[in-house]
């Protein structure tokens, strides 16, 4: 018991001695020479100074490194929120871009027909294996709309109208449709013929029939409208050729072409607000080119 008590009082004088002489010595004036007890306690404390200061600044590294990761992940999710953001702006910005390009050229197009035009807007398609045919809804209300008015867009002709499927929703047959036909020239020499779909299941293609074999119709030659028979605007273009047969003999040449007009990204369109449209197909007579 004696032992236990005079434990705990050394045990006591030294917590309180240590700090005391460790504070002396650390105040002591450096201009004087240190005393022996000094000299021991500065030796004894500066490994454990120099522990404590090594541990105090890992520690101190090691928070900052912390706190700036926190903040660096705080910063990251704020930018990548805001990149989200810039993405679906940049994104609803380009949409809006495409959508004036597509109606500036409607617009001049539109400014460029003498006749009366209305716009539309394609709201639903049908190209099964018997009919090439859209939907299309008037911007203003009509009640004229007949059949075989002429349908353009910016990029050529789109077909003909079918009927009023119900108020301003009119139902266009593209040129592509085996039933269409459209009274062409090749822009480049003149040449002369009738373009109708081959309503082909597969892709959008149509054949000028009354091409005389003699005409110079070469690959990549574009058919516009030649302004007679189906009334559509003259100049506008309907295909361009992919395919050119000629045999040795026979009054006419096979031609194939693909329409101008992308069916697929069909949304605007103009009808035509033609009273007499005529879709009678050419004679040979008419067909030909007098000399």
């Known amino acids: 018991m004696k032992f236990q008590r005079y434990r705990d009082i050394?045990?006591?004088?030294?917590a309180l001695a240590v700090p005391f002489w460790f504070l002396r010595a650390s105040m002591r004036d450096p201009r004087q020479q240190a005393s022996g007890p000094d000299r021991i306690i500065v030796q004894v404390a500066t490994p454990v100074q120099a522990a404590a200061a090594t541990l105090a600044r890992g520690v101190s590294n090691l928070w900052g490194d912390y706190v700036y990761l926190v903040d660096v992940k705080k910063d990251n999710a704020s930018l990548a929120s805001q990149n989200s953001r810039l993405r679906d702006r940049l994104v609803h910005l380009e949409s809006l871009e495409a959508e004036n390009k597509r109606l500036k050229r409607l617009?001049?197009?539109?400014?460029?027909?003498?006749?009366?035009v209305v716009s539309a807007v394609v709201i639903g398609k049908n190209t099964n294996d018997f009919f090439r045919v859209v939907r299309v809804?008037?911007?203003?209300?009509?009640?004229?709309?007949?059949k075989n008015l002429p349908v353009i867009s910016p990029d050529g002709v789109v077909?003909?109208?079918i009927h009023a499927a119900a108020g301003d929703t009119v139902?266009?047959?593209?040129?592509?449709?085996a039933g269409s036909g459209v009274d062409v020239i090749v822009e480049r020499t003149g040449a002369r013929g009738y373009a109708s779909g081959t309503g082909d299941e597969h892709e959008y293609a149509c054949s000028v029939q009354y091409v005389q074999?003699?005409?110079?119709?070469?690959?990549?030659?574009?058919?516009?409208?030649?302004g007679v028979g189906a009334r559509f605007p003259k100049g506008i273009p309907v295909c361009s050729v992919t395919k050119v047969v000629k045999r040795d003999f026979g009054i006419y040449q096979?031609?194939?072409?693909?329409?101008t007009v992308?069916?697929?990204?069909?949304?605007?369109?103009?009808?035509?607000?033609?009273?007499?449209?005529?879709?009678?197909?050419?004679?040979d007579a008419t067909a030909a080119p007098k000399k």
């Open 159 to 161: 077909g003909t109208t």
């Open 137 to 146: 809804t008037l911007d203003k209300s009509k009640n004229n709309v007949g």
């Open 171 to 177: 139902d266009v047959r593209l040129v592509a449709d």
């Open 213 to 226: 074999r003699t005409d110079e119709v070469e690959i990549g030659d574009l058919m516009v409208t030649s």
């Open 262 to 283: 992308d069916f697929s990204r069909l949304e605007e369109v103009l009808v035509v607000m033609s009273t007499k449209p005529d879709l009678t197909p050419p004679t």
């Open 10 to 14: 050394v045990i006591v004088v030294l």
């Open 254 to 259: 096979q031609v194939t072409c693909t329409p």
């Open 107 to 116: 617009l001049e197009l539109k400014e460029s027909i003498p006749d009366e």
